[in-house]
């Protein structure tokens, strides 16, 4: 059973693509959150009770998401930006294009989005990982430029999931799916939705965002581990809480153990101390060069 297409379904539920809603005060909101919530050791009935101990902003912000977040919403959003028209842009460029998304709220950091990006992937390169690692920490976060092409945060960044399919109790906030759409479509509210059992990560519609974009920037030039560090880093129910094996190939579980490393780097590598770029950069120019062209479509 193939997925229904996007045109038959964008007539008649594309409506979430014109909700507005920016309720985090900047997005490192969401990355804070998370860094709390997938501290080890914490189990089942404490994720919960974390929960609760969310700001409102935080809170809201997962509203909008799972309430907009439908397989119309999704594959709209997947025609308009998965063609990749927004022009050519060098890895620098798309950075700096990144750079523009300022943090006027946020009082305890001048660091600016590149120097957010190297502290991960200096992290990485600091611990002897690979060189296409170092890169992928690098550009994992360069699909939050989604913002500046007017998306709300909700479509930008959030726990990702599977659409067309029941959602997993495991997603954070499940209760704020009782107003999305997509529940009143009977098959999308089975175990397998429009599915195939074991059909493979890479043949499912996750709700969108930055993941999902970026690792299409990259699709044509990085290995399997990459992408699925890039396309699912944000997808918690699975590499956190086992959620979703019933649409995973053996495949998929191979590219586990990764995530789950790359994982550590992305959550827990911030901080104040500001990299120096005059010495990193021939270091990052010759990296892009190894794996990329000069420019990419974005």
């Known amino acids: ?37 997938y501290k080890e050791g914490k189990s089942e009935a404490e994720f919960r009770v974390y929960d609760a101990t969310a700001t409102p902003g935080v809170a809201e912000f997962y509203r909008l998401n799972h309430e907009n977040q439908t397989v119309a919403y999704t594959l709209g959003k997947e025609k308009e930006y998965f063609g990749l028209n927004k022009g050519q842009k060098t890895i620098w ?102 599915y195939e059992p074991n059909c493979g990560l890479e043949n499912v519609h996750m709700s969108f965002g930055h993941d999902g974009y970026i690792a299409k920037v990259m699709e044509n030039y990085l290995q399997d581990e990459s992408l699925y560090m890039l396309r699912f880093h944000s997808f918690y129910p699975w590499h956190r809480h086992g959620a979703y094996d019933h649409l995973c190939t053996d495949k998929d579980r191979s590219m586990l153990p990764w995530i789950l490393k790359f994982n550590q780097y992305d959550l827990y590598s911030k901080g104040h101390t500001k990299p120096n770029m005059a010495e990193l950069k021939p270091y990052y120019d010759d990296l892009f060069a190894e794996f990329l062209p000069p420019t990419l479509a974005w």
């Not at 029941?166 to 906030?173: N, R």
């Not at 799916?177 to 939705?193: I, L, M």
Request: aromatic share 10%.
């Open 1 to 37: 059973m193939s997925a229904p297409s996007a045109e038959s379904i964008l007539d008649t539920e594309l409506k979430a693509n014109t909700v507005p809603g920016n309720p985090l005060g900047d997005m490192d909101d969401w990355d804070e959150f998370l860094e709390g919530r």
């Open 93 to 194: 460029e798309a950075a700096e294009f990144l750079n523009t998304l300022v943090d006027d709220s946020d009082p305890d950091t001048d660091l600016t989005q590149i120097e957010h990006l190297l502290q991960t992937s200096e992290a990485i390169r600091r611990d002897g990982h690979p060189r296409w690692m170092v890169l992928t920490g690098f550009i994992h976060d360069l699909g939050k430029c989604l913002c500046l092409y007017g998306e709300p945060q909700w479509g930008v960044v959030g726990d990702t999931f599977p659409v067309g399919c029941a959602w997993s109790k495991d997603i954070v906030f499940p209760e704020y799916f009782a107003k999305n759409s997509d529940r009143h479509v009977a098959e999308y509210q089975t175990k397998y939705g429009i």
